[in-house]
């Protein structure tokens, strides 16, 4: 349990650095990553064999989940400062439904019945936290933060299906290499980026790559208590209580530390996506 509380802390701890850290968020989630991948090399040296007798399509995987990572990570912190710490964390992880409706449409699994209402009560939490958005004539603001909202919910969805698709082509790959390449991808990318876009000045600010260390550390530390608590926990078991810790303390720490506004409709929302998490990790 341990490493569930560690998983929790940490990956609500990223939330916190997003809104915390005024720095480019673009270039401080690639620095991030390059933290990441050197602190991982460090603890576990990757090998080359096992990689090369991964197949050709386990491979592209890879690369989409890098550029994937990069791209939904920057979003998560954006989405922290435009709809708030506790929202993010409650979009981010609802998306558990999409690979359990992809698993129940593409690859035959079986889904139960409260399955099928958590799916539901999911997207009505989705729908319900941005009913706020439509006072005052908001229109403007609710397809801003509709649109940040759910490219995240959808993002991170996405991510768990590759993951899932994937795994039978990495069962050979050591268990930290697999976010090792990842997360090398997702630098180069972002690197590239930069370069393209002429934004490589801020690579040179001390103040980002402060920031990146802070980021960087939490994250890899983050991965080593997901992975810990994989081992050390049966795998439904720890998702739900890993997904539903970071919804409530996330939310929790959005009021607390930013004042961010607790409506009838966003206290609903929070409802029906914990019981939403609930119910669709119920095996």
Not at 8 to 18: A, D, K, R, S
Not at 47 to 76: M, N, Q
Not at 83 to 103: C, Q
């Amino acid at each position: 349990m341990a490493y569930v509380l560690g998983s929790v802390i940490t990956n609500v701890l990223l939330l916190l650095w997003f809104r915390l850290l005024r720095v480019p968020v673009f270039s401080l989630v690639t620095l991030n990553y390059f933290v990441c991948v050197a602190v991982a090399t460090l603890l576990s040296p990757p090998t080359l064999a096992p990689l090369l007798a991964v197949p050709l399509w386990g491979k592209l995987i890879l690369l989409a989940l890098g550029g994937l990572f990069i791209g939904v990570f920057a979003l998560t912190g954006v989405a922290t400062q435009q709809v708030g710490v506790g929202l993010t964390g409650m979009l981010a992880k609802l998306s558990v439904i999409l690979p359990v409706g992809f698993a129940a449409a593409f690859l035959g699994e079986a889904v139960s019945g409260p399955q099928l209402v958590g799916i539901a009560f999911g997207l009505g939490a989705i729908v319900v936290v941005h009913v706020p958005y439509l006072r005052g004539g908001g229109r403007r603001r609710l397809l801003q933060a509709a649109r940040v909202g759910l490219l995240l919910w959808l993002g991170n969805g996405v991510i768990d299906i590759l993951f899932k698709i994937a795994q039978p082509a990495w069962q050979n790959l050591p268990t930290l290499q697999v976010p090792l390449i990842i997360m090398s991808i997702a630098g180069i990318i972002g690197l590239t980026q930069h370069f393209v876009q002429g934004l490589a000045r801020h690579l040179r600010s001390r103040r980002v790559w402060i920031a990146a260390l802070l980021l960087g550390l939490t994250n890899i530390t983050s991965v080593f208590f997901y992975l810990e608590a994989l081992k050390a926990l049966p795998a439904v078991q720890f998702f739900l209580w890993n997904n539903l810790g970071i919804v409530l303390l996330s939310g929790l720490a959005g009021v607390a530390f930013f004042r961010e506004r607790l409506s009838w409709e966003v206290g609903l929302g929070y409802v029906l996506g914990g019981v939403a998490i609930w119910l669709v990790g119920l095996a």
